[in-house]
């Protein structure tokens, strides 16, 4: 069974640019959540999709936001991008009541 | 203010010591969970608590959840160089939670 995956890897981008992340779930599972890990920092939360809807928000500027698509996959854009926008940004994906998640690897944003 | 706040943030030992990192919290949750990650790598599951005074065991790995289910620890026995990684706590606010809020993380070195 194929884990999360998440692309691209890494990415570079300039300040005022725009990113684009994204993120498939396992199989089956309709939820996918977005968290910011900037370095030496816990993980933050961002957003939560689950049947396509936005359930919930974390405390980040609006110039943060996402899609999920038909197929349970997802879109983290950012606008705007500020240096401090820099950091891994992982997606985890559950079914149902959430025990734990299963986390992609990331991808490592860097702005300069 | 971090919900749940680890301790310590950073540890390093020989390899064969014990070792107990904490994650405390003034706030009761109704699940605890515990993360291993690597560089370059998402955080991968280890355990999950529900009950409080719960323990639960993963070869040299002991879990426990509080009582009052407001903070968990994580006991390593023998620590060996593979168990080099960051350990991140995690809990659910209340039953059915989906969004998990993530403790800052215990980065752990085991030297050889």
């Known amino acids: 069974e194929a884990g999360v995956t998440q692309s691209p890897t890494h990415l570079i981008k300039t300040r005022g640019q725009q990113a684009t992340l994204r993120c498939s779930p396992i199989s089956g599972h309709t939820s996918v959540y977005w968290y910011q890990q900037a370095l030496g920092l816990g993980l933050q939360f961002l957003l939560w999709y689950d049947e396509g809807e936005e359930r919930n928000r974390g405390n980040f500027p609006p110039r943060f936001s996402g899609r999920q698509f038909p197929n349970y996959s997802s879109e983290l854009n950012v606008n705007a991008l500020e240096l401090e926008d820099s950091a891994l940004y992982l997606c985890?994906?559950?079914?149902?009541?959430?025990?734990?998640?299963?986390f992609g690897s990331g991808t490592r944003l860097t702005v300069v | 203010t971090q919900l749940l706040e680890q301790s310590p943030q950073f540890l390093s030992i020989q390899e064969g010591e014990n070792l107990t990192v904490y994650c405390n919290s003034s706030s009761v949750f109704s699940s605890l969970q515990w993360y291993r990650q690597e560089p370059g790598e998402g955080p991968v599951l280890l355990v999950t608590v529900v009950t409080g005074g719960e323990v639960k065991k993963l070869k040299r790995l002991t879990f426990q959840f509080g009582d009052a289910r407001k903070d968990s620890s994580l006991h390593i026995t023998a620590a060996q160089p593979g168990d080099t990684g960051l350990y991140l706590c995690?809990?659910?606010?209340?039953?059915?939670?989906?969004?998990?809020?993530f403790g800052q993380g215990t980065r752990l070195t085991i030297n050889p």
């Open positions: 985890a994906s559950s079914f149902g009541r959430v025990i734990g998640y299963t």
């Open positions: 995690a809990g659910a606010r209340r039953e059915g939670a989906q969004k998990l809020v």
